[in-house]
């Protein structure tokens, strides 16, 4: 097989690659939506920390509130009670431009549907958030390679993304989260679109990343098995958190 049908993380370029993970801390936290009648409460005072370095999977079936619960750690949202707290910060408390330059600095998205430009090229959507942060094209460039060397993709920075299959697909999407040295990664869902033998080579890419760079891994999934490779998980049903777990970290 070639490294691009059996992907690893390529451990000498992280290496070089800094990581400022952060510790996050849920307080009592409540999301509601509607009011009266139509109130709906989709988490009810959840608490829980989630130290620096660690493989943490949500898990819950559709509807449970486990796609909630990642929005309001990810900054994305805002909880109608309680407080979310990243290293010591109550996001709650922080403006609109402290609370998007904590987000574009800690932490990295992969999502299930991709959000790829397909007519754009690969480096072209892997080096989109240095663009809009006003990183140079010279400092980006080299950046972008650099990230896709680490997922063994760099021989496909010039493809357009609609030219890869759906593992390059995802694999570009975590090279793109990596870009920003994030110490958190938040992903959602990762393998849903993938078949089993090309999604546990993804998951090998994430938990290789966590494993060798100490990045935050925090899994969104009602996948049994994906969860079980997490250090921890937490099992949300109806917006409470009904069972905490060790994994088997893989």
């Known amino acids: 097989m070639t490294c691009n049908d059996n992907p690893t993380v390529n451990e000498r370029t992280l290496a070089n690659?800094?990581?400022?993970?952060?510790?996050?801390?849920?307080?009592?936290?409540?999301?509601?939506?509607?009011?009266?009648?139509s109130l709906f409460t989709a988490l009810d005072n959840v608490s829980f920390d989630i130290r620096p370095g660690e493989s943490v999977a949500i898990v819950?079936?559709?509807?449970?509130?486990?796609?909630?619960?990642?929005?309001?750690?990810?900054?994305?949202?805002?909880?109608?009670?309680?407080?979310?707290?990243?290293?010591?910060?109550?996001?709650?408390?922080l403006s609109a431009k402290k609370l998007n330059l904590l987000r574009n600095r800690t932490f990295g998205f992969v999502f299930q549907q991709f959000f790829l430009n397909g007519n754009a090229s690969v480096l072209e959507n892997v080096i989109l958030p240095l663009k809009i942060a006003g990183v140079s094209s010279r400092v980006r460039k080299a950046k972008g390679m650099e990230v896709l060397k680490a997922v063994e993709l760099d021989d496909k920075?010039?493809?357009?993304?609609?030219?890869?299959?759906?593992?390059?697909?995802?694999?570009?999407?975590?090279?793109?989260?990596?870009?920003?040295?994030?110490?958190?990664?938040f992903a959602d869902e990762p393998t849903g679109n993938l078949d089993s033998v090309t999604g546990r080579k993804v998951e090998d890419i994430l938990f290789g990343l966590n494993k060798t760079k100490g990045?935050?891994?925090?899994i969104v999934t009602h996948d049994a098995d994906l969860a079980a490779r997490c250090s921890r998980q937490i099992h949300i049903q109806d917006g409470q958190i009904v069972k905490t777990a060790t994994g088997r970290r893989i």
């Open 215 to 218: 990045i935050t891994l925090i």
């Open 157 to 185: 920075a010039r493809n357009k993304a609609n030219d890869l299959s759906g593992g390059q697909k995802q694999r570009a999407v975590i090279a793109r989260a990596l870009i920003n040295d994030p110490g958190i990664i």
């Open 60 to 93: 819950g079936k559709s509807g449970s509130g486990k796609s909630t619960l990642m929005h309001l750690l990810a900054l994305m949202d805002k909880p109608t009670k309680g407080s979310v707290i990243i290293d010591g910060q109550a996001a709650g408390k």
């Open 17 to 37: 690659m800094p990581t400022d993970t952060k510790t996050i801390a849920v307080q009592e936290v409540t999301k509601t939506y509607g009011k009266g009648d």
